[in-house]
């Protein structure tokens, strides 16, 4: 097969209709395993965030607080990790728990240790 050009590629871009435009799209991220999504909509975002703050922070357990096995419970729940990982890490304070998440992800971790008593951070 011979090598086309990119004037010859887009001269038959050119000729197609829209329909055929979308089958080709189609067919391309489906070989290539990729998507045509605008990068331009998810950039503007990304700019905005940049403004206000910072987009990855990390989650940082201070104090357990009163209630220790809903602390353990709740690190369990956010990391993954088994019950004696979990304990391991409540009982080495001050831990990090999660690092390079979003600040919205790290508010909503924050609200669950903070429910089970535990004195959270957010760096």
Known sequence: ???????????????????????????????????????????????EETA??????TLTLKAVGMNKVATIKAVQAITGLGLMDAKK?????????????SPVEAEEHKKALVAAGAEVEIK
């Open 52 to 57: 206000k703050g910072p987009t990855e922070v």
């Open 1 to 47: 097969m011979a090598k086309l050009t990119n004037e010859e590629i887009i001269a038959a871009v050119k000729e197609m209709t829209v329909v055929e435009l979308n089958d080709l799209v189609k067919a391309i991220e489906e070989e290539f395993g990729v998507t045509a999504a605008a990068p331009v909509a998810a950039a503007a975002p990304a700019e």
């Open 89 to 101: 890490l409540v009982d080495a304070v001050p831990s990090v728990i999660k690092e390079h998440i």
